[in-house]
């Protein structure tokens, strides 16, 4: 069961990190069977920001580009289903491209990233990935160029800069560094606090389950201290702004880091909230569960 949480994870935190570049779409409908992309991001050739703080993923940002994250390894069955849909796509983007009257020279061919925490050797071997340590370094093996698709192996990644934002997406020890690296990252940095946002909604999310494994348990550990941190700084940010626009932001900003998001039935506890004084109310939304609050302000 948390493995759909990660997964969704997954697609949020790439969403967050893409969509300033361009357009994302998660999931991407693939005609046919029924079947679906985790995430297809097209660039936009108008953005003038710079890409140089996503590392390693900048350089899928001139193409269009099909992320598909495994939260374990990924099979050969899986990489086969993930190259069929990258076809089905090109076919389709093909199809549009002609209805145009764009030519082939125009035609810009969709990639493919597979992003897997491991990765056998028989796997690797039998698709042809090759590494090129020169240009890409460790870690990111590609197959034939006309399939133009790469696996990235998250837990072969060196541990760097420039990797950190795939190596979040690993398990065990390589999140954790990766976690670890992107605490120290200076509080200003955008990435930085809306990866930690996302974060938070996944330790939200696993607590709501059963029975969670070593790795689970580890993560939400790992998290908590990072939790505490937000809500300190969203208490000083919401009183600050409450000054100059009134408690109902203070009120947004602690709901919002305790519980990851924002949804319809926290918003509708906002007034009840406001009828008691700042100095009663905020001890409440740092302490209580989401149904206590539920409970007592409903």
Same mark, same amino acid.
């Given at each position: 069961?948390?493995? =759909?949480? !990660?997964?969704?994870?997954?697609?949020?935190?790439?969403?967050? +990190? +893409?969509?300033?570049?361009?357009? #994302?779409?998660?999931?991407?409908?693939?005609?046919?069977?029924?079947?679906?992309? /985790? &995430?297809?991001?097209?660039?936009?050739?108008?953005?003038?920001?710079?890409?140089?703080?996503?590392?390693?993923? $900048?350089?899928?940002?001139?193409?269009?580009?099909?992320?598909?994250?495994?939260?374990?390894?990924?099979?050969?069955?899986?990489?086969?289903?993930?190259?069929?849909?990258? =076809? %089905?796509?090109?076919?389709?983007?093909?199809?549009?491209?002609?209805?145009?009257?764009?030519?082939?020279?125009? =035609? %810009?061919?969709?990639?493919?990233?597979?992003?897997?925490?491991?990765?056998?050797?028989?796997?690797?071997?039998?698709?042809?990935?090759? @590494?090129? %340590?020169?240009?890409?370094?460790?870690?990111?093996? !590609?197959?034939?160029?006309?399939?133009?698709?790469?696996?990235?192996?998250?837990?072969?990644?060196?541990?760097?800069?420039?990797?950190?934002?795939?190596?979040? @997406?690993?398990?065990?020890?390589?999140?954790?560094?990766? %976690?670890?690296?992107?605490?120290?990252?200076?509080?200003?940095?955008?990435?930085?606090?809306?990866?930690?946002?996302?974060?938070?909604?996944?330790? $939200?999310?696993?607590?709501?389950?059963?029975?969670?494994?070593?790795?689970?348990?580890?993560? #939400?550990?790992?998290?908590?201290?990072?939790?505490?941190?937000?809500?300190?700084?969203?208490?000083?940010?919401?009183?600050?702004?409450?000054?100059?626009?009134?408690?109902?932001?203070?009120?947004?900003?602690?709901?919002?880091?305790? =519980?990851?998001?924002?949804? /319809?039935?926290?918003?509708?506890?906002?007034? $009840?909230?406001?009828?008691?004084?700042?100095?009663?109310?905020?001890? @409440? &939304?740092?302490?209580?569960?989401?149904?206590?609050?539920?409970?007592?302000?409903?």
């Amino acid at each position: 069961m948390t493995r =759909f949480i !990660h997964d969704q994870f997954a697609k949020d935190y790439l969403e967050e +990190l +893409l969509t300033p570049y361009g357009t #994302i779409q998660a999931p991407r409908r693939v005609s046919g069977e029924v079947r679906q992309v /985790d &995430l297809w991001f097209s660039p936009n050739p108008e953005v003038s920001r710079s890409p140089d703080p996503l590392g390693i993923l $900048a350089r899928t940002l001139n193409v269009p580009t099909v992320f598909e994250p495994y939260r374990n390894p990924v099979t050969a069955d899986e990489v086969r289903d993930c190259l069929l849909k990258l =076809f %089905i796509i090109e076919a389709q983007l093909r199809r549009e491209a002609k209805q145009n009257r764009q030519t082939s020279l125009n =035609f %810009i061919k969709p990639h493919l990233w597979i992003l897997t925490p491991t990765a056998s050797e028989n796997l690797l071997m039998g698709f042809g990935a090759t @590494l090129d %340590i020169e240009e890409w370094g460790e870690g990111i093996y !590609h197959l034939a160029s006309q399939l133009r698709t790469c696996f990235v192996v998250i837990h072969q990644l060196p541990r760097h800069p420039e990797t950190l934002w795939l190596r979040i @997406l690993g398990r065990g020890r390589v999140q954790a560094e990766a %976690i670890e690296e992107l605490e120290q990252l200076p509080p200003d940095n955008p990435l930085r606090a809306s990866s930690l946002v996302l974060l938070n909604r996944l330790k $939200a999310d696993l607590q709501t389950q059963e029975n969670l494994d070593w790795e689970d348990t580890e993560l #939400i550990m790992r998290l908590s201290p990072l939790f505490d941190q937000q809500l300190e700084a969203a208490q000083l940010t919401g009183l600050q702004q409450g000054l100059q626009q009134g408690e109902r932001r203070v009120v947004e900003n602690l709901l919002q880091v305790r =519980f990851g998001s924002l949804d /319809d039935e926290l918003t509708s506890l906002i007034d $009840a909230v406001l009828q008691l004084p700042a100095e009663e109310f905020t001890p @409440l &939304l740092m302490q209580l569960s989401r149904e206590e609050l539920l409970e007592r302000f409903r």
